[in-house]
């Protein structure tokens, strides 16, 4: 069994460590990652998305050579991640000691660690492994736009001890919109805008389904994902201001700051630049 020890940090640390430990070639662009292995360690890919302290993606596509157990420290930024098994299974443990639970292939799991236990994971030997993580953080200021939804956060998948998990099936309008999320075929500030929505609309129905009243609130939740994917993919023929009017709330409070913190421009000269 090899065991491998990932001190977190930031992104590009979390890759340079898998990097180092697998081997492979680490190529990056933008706020995107792609590490291809074919070592004697595993063979596979590991790729990423980061988008500044919001939000991060990684999806996982390895087969090991032998046993491996992956021991991680916890992250400041307190993340919840929510992750989707679909080839293989992935094992979890907080701690070396800890109880084990068993994610299998078209399963969902939702981890949060805010002690100071490691979490480990466990990957059998010669059988391809195919998951998803997506990772929020929920130790942030509270001035943050975005500080309600990081309040819900908390409150559904954080405990006192510390440490949460979860796994049960897979939710099938989930999984749709991590197809869309790999099916996006724009470029740039676009395909930049298309992801953040689709994995904070993923995070929002996620909340509701662990909400008392997740058939009420999840057709809303998706009709609005839908509109903010729509409406975002026709920014260079309309005014971005009637996008986050039809986003609805979380638009309104999510995509201006996006434009103006990230871009740097308001929202009608942006659309200009956008048709330019």
Not at 17 to 33: A, C, M, P, Q, V
Request: hydrophobic share 35%; charged share 20%; with cysteine.
């Amino acid at each position: 069994m090899k065991k491998l020890y990932l001190n977190t940090g930031k992104f590009d640390t979390i890759f340079n460590d898998l990097k180092d430990s697998f081997g492979g070639k680490l190529t990056t662009e933008s706020n995107e990652y792609n590490l291809t292995i074919q070592s004697k360690w595993a063979k596979g890919s590991i790729s990423g998305m980061r988008f500044e302290k919001e939000m991060a993606y990684m999806h996982f596509d390895l087969t090991f050579h032998k046993d491996v157990t992956l021991s991680m420290e916890s992250f400041q930024t307190s993340p919840v991640f929510f992750v989707y098994c679909t080839q293989g299974d992935v094992t979890h443990s907080f701690g070396a000691t800890g109880v084990r639970k068993k994610m299998k292939s078209q399963q969902s799991g939702i981890l949060a660690n805010t002690s100071s236990i490691n979490s480990v994971l466990y990957f059998e030997g010669f059988k391809r492994t195919q998951f998803t993580v997506i990772g929020m953080p929920t130790n942030v200021s509270d001035n943050v736009v975005n500080a309600q939804f990081i309040a819900q956060l908390k409150n559904k998948f954080v405990n006192e001890s510390g440490n949460y998990i979860f796994v049960g099936p897979q939710n099938s309008k989930i999984v749709n919109k991590l197809h869309e999320l790999k099916a996006i075929s724009q470029k740039g500030t676009v395909k930049d805008l298309l992801q953040r929505s689709i994995l904070n609309s993923v995070v929002e129905m996620e909340i509701a389904q662990h909400s008392n009243s997740f058939g009420m609130m999840i057709n809303p939740i998706l009709d609005l994902a839908n509109r903010q994917f729509d409406e975002i993919k026709k920014l260079s023929t309309i005014n971005i201001y009637d996008v986050i009017n039809a986003a609805g709330v979380i638009g309104r409070n999510y995509l201006p700051r996006v434009f103006k913190e990230k871009y740097h421009v308001s929202y009608k000269p942006y659309n200009q630049k956008l048709a330019s």
